[in-house]
C-alpha cells in the first residue's frame, strides 16, 4: 500500500478525486506503474514529454514511473490523480485557457509539446499552482453543472466590507449557522479566490444526522457533506451559484454572506430568461409553417381552447423524429384542429438549438413571457443559447400574426 499525507489525500478529494482505491491497493511496483500506465499510454508520448520538461523524466515513461514509485510516492500518486481529475473535465479549452493563464510567456512552449492530448497541460499547471487545480475545477463545475444565476436588490448599508479569505469567510459561516437554531450543521469552506472582480467559494455542509467531516478514507468527505459552489461579481451584485441540496436554504446563505462581505443588505432574484411576448408568438407561427427549420419540435405541451374545457394536450416524438409536421397536419382542413391558437396556451416544448435538446417552459407576464428550462437550472452557455435562439425571433416578420 502506499501511505500519503492527509492533507494530499484531502487535496484531491476536495475536487472529487478518490485515491484511496488506487493507493490501498496491494501492488508491488510494476503492477502499481502499469496501472497509471495503462491510463496514460494513448497519449504517452505527450505525458512523457511533459514529464520530461518539468519533472526531468528518462529512460521512457514506464521506466519513469517505476522509479518514482520508489523515489517520491507523492509524485507518483499525483500523477493518476491528474490524469483522473483532467478526464473529468468536459472541454479542454479550459485546460488549455488556464495553462495560457498560469504559464504566460512560457505557454507556447509547452502548448507545443501537448501533440494530440492537451489534457498533459495538466502537469505543468500543478507544477506551478496547485490553486489553479482547485481553480480549474470550480470553472468545470460552473460550466457543465446546473446553475443559477441572480441579481442582486442592493440595500442599506450594514457596516464595512469584510477582508475576504478562507478564514474570514469560515467566521461568517459559523456564526452564520449558530443563529440557525436546531440546524447548527457544520459549514467547512474549503477554498477561497479573490481575483479580477470575482470572488469564488467552495465550500461543504454537513448532511443532516450524518458524521461531521473529520475522515478522507474511501471518499468519506463527500459522502458526509454536500458540496456548493458561489461566484460573485460585481460587488455582489450578481451571483452565479451551484446550489447542491436544499438550494433555498443554500440561497440564504449566500445573501448572509455577501451582505458581510460587501457590508450592504443584499437580496438574490433569480435571473430568468424574459423576452418580449412578440418573440413567442414569432416562434409559435414558424412552429406551424411547412418546412420551417428554425423550429425543431420533439414534443408540445398546450393547453387547447377550441375543445370544450380546455384540456392539457401533450405530443411527443415516439423516436428520433420530429413532430412539426403532426403540428402542420392538425392546422389543415382535413383536421381543422390548431394545437395553440393563443400565446397563452402554451405551457412547454422540447426543441432542438444547435444540437441540443431544452425542454422549456413558458409563462406569460403582462407583455412578456418568461423562458424557464425544465431542470434546477442552467449553466451560462446554455442561457446564451435559449436567449440568442429566441432572439433570432425578435424581428419584423410579415408573417408574424397576432395570438
Known sequence: MIRLPQTEIQFWLDINVRLAEFCELPLNDQKHAKKIYNGLKESEQTWYTLLIRDFQADGGLFSFLQTQYHRNKILFCQIYALKKFSDNIGNTELIINKAREILGEDFPGYEILTGDDPRGLILPIFHRSRDAIIDLYCDNVMKNSKIKTYNAILGFSQGHPSE???????????????????????????????????????????????????????????????????????????????????????????????????????????????????????????????????????????VNTPLSNSPKIEIRSRGRGLINQNIIELISTSHALPLVTNHSDLLNVTVQIQEQKFKLHFEIEGESVVIKCSDKGYNTEKKRLISEYFDSFNVDDSNANSH
Open 164 to 302: 475576504i479569505s478562507m478564514e474570514s469567510i469560515q467566521r461568517i459561516m459559523n456564526a452564520f449557522q449558530r443563529g440557525k437554531g436546531r440546524d447548527r450543521r457544520k459549514i467547512h469552506v474549503m477554498w477561497v479566490k479573490n481575483h479580477n472582480g470575482k470572488i469564488k467559494i467552495i465550500f461543504r455542509k454537513d448532511k443532516r444526522s450524518t458524521t461531521v467531516i473529520k475522515k478522507t478514507e474511501h471518499n468519506e468527505a463527500i459522502k458526509t457533506a454536500d458540496q456548493k459552489i458561489f461566484v460573485f461579481e460585481e460587488n455582489g451584485s450578481i451571483l452565479s451559484a451551484y446550489l447542491g441540496r436544499e438550494p433555498k436554504k443554500t440561497l440564504e446563505i449566500a445573501q448572509h454572506l455577501a451582505g458581510k462581505l460587501f457590508g450592504r443588505t443584499i437580496i438574490f432574484n433569480e435571473d430568468i430568461i424574459k423576452k418580449p411576448v412578440r418573440v413567442l408568438d414569432r416562434f409559435i407561427d414558424a412552429m406551424q409553417q411547412e418546412n420551417n427549420q428554425r423550429v425543431k419540435l420533439f414534443a408540445i405541451t398546450a
